[in-house]
């Protein structure tokens, strides 16, 4: 059987997106079950995580896969010399599937490249996201019933935030307007604008944030100034509180508007707005643990077939 890899969501099509949707939604009906029972599932993060690392690892984990791993490089062997290669060479003898998260663009595809077994991005540097793309097209389709139409605002880093890159190139397949609003150090990335333009992506650009812009919105993506991703930290403190998001700013706010956060949040949302019915970014996390037991089971070559089957359901 061919390896199936998940690196990057703009490998998917629109059919394939909607398909790990479904999935992800069986496995919201139904996350404890044991179909991968005697599957070995590694965690390999350079960088790190609470979400993306926890909720992969419990996704196995109720999946009935064991799990190896580690959380910080500098308890392994790179810290002697090892290379990436040799990392994912001898992590393939122990596991049926690597998750990776590493801090070079372009390692995770690096990674497929070399390994015998199903490689999983669980982030590349600034570069992609796609498990985070999963459980946010997951979110958007089940708060707005549709991913077609939508008008989508996202805030913030725009230039170093590998989610918002991701979700462009996902949501390509469903006639989305972006609007874009960062300040002129976080714009996003010409490569992604022009991306863009090659898919007939609608986009509008600003640099203000405030209730008329966010009256436009069906779905209000917030992101935090990545400080580790900045050379410069004078740079770093002058844009890091730049957009910070209060609950009176939701006045004039569509009904249906949700927001998203891929989370970690520092700043950039007034913690009163938790209590808001537009805040979704909590559930959103939750999400992830059903995108992530579709993505595990999906390169392990698990249909969806095969999880409306399933008779290995707990409880
Ligand atoms: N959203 C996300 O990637 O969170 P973590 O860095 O905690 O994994």
Do not use: W
Not at 82 to 109: C, F, P, W
Not at 213 to 241: C, H
């Amino acid at each position: 059987m061919e390896k199936h890899d998940f690196v990057t969501i703009a490998d998917l099509s629109k059919e394939k997106i909607l398909y790990m949707i479904q999935m992800a939604k069986e496995f919201e009906m139904h996350p404890n079950r044991e179909i991968l029972k005697g599957k070995v599932v590694a965690t390999l993060f350079f960088e790190p995580s609470t979400r993306t690392r926890l909720s992969f690892e419990t996704a196995a984990n109720r999946l009935g896969a064991k799990v190896i791993g580690f959380s910080d490089a500098k308890v392994t062997s790179a810290t002697k010399g090892e290379t990436l290669k040799d990392t994912i060479l001898m992590v393939s003898n122990y596991a049926d599937v690597i998750v990776m998260r590493h801090h070079i663009e372009g390692a995770a595809q690096y990674a497929s490249e070399i390994a015998p077994v199903p490689i999983v991005n669980a982030g590349d540097g600034a570069h992609q996201h796609p498990s985070q793309c999963m459980l946010d097209l997951y979110s958007i389709y089940k708060t707005q019933g549709t991913l077609e139409n939508l008008n989508i605002f996202l805030v913030g880093d725009l230039k170093y935030g590998r989610t918002v890159h991701s979700l462009i190139m996902a949501m390509r397949h469903f006639n989305p307007t972006f609007h874009f609003i960062a300040p002129k150090e976080l714009a996003m990335p010409d490569e992604y604008k022009l991306y863009c333009k090659q898919h007939g992506i609608r986009y509008v650009e600003h640099t203000d944030f405030n209730e008329d812009i966010i009256a436009e919105a069906d779905i209000l993506y917030m992101t935090r100034v990545q400080k580790e991703r900045f050379s410069d930290l004078m740079e770093y403190e002058r844009v890091k509180n730049v957009y910070i998001l209060k609950k009176d700013m939701l006045c004039k706010a569509r009904q249906n508007m949700k927001i998203l956060h891929p989370l970690p949040r520092v700043n950039e949302i007034a913690y009163d707005v938790d209590e808001d019915p537009h805040a979704y970014y909590i559930q959103q996390a939750q999400n992830g643990l059903y995108a992530r037991e579709a993505i595990i089971s999906d390169v392990l070559g698990y249909s969806l077939e095969d999880i409306k089957n399933d008779k290995t359901i707990i409880g």
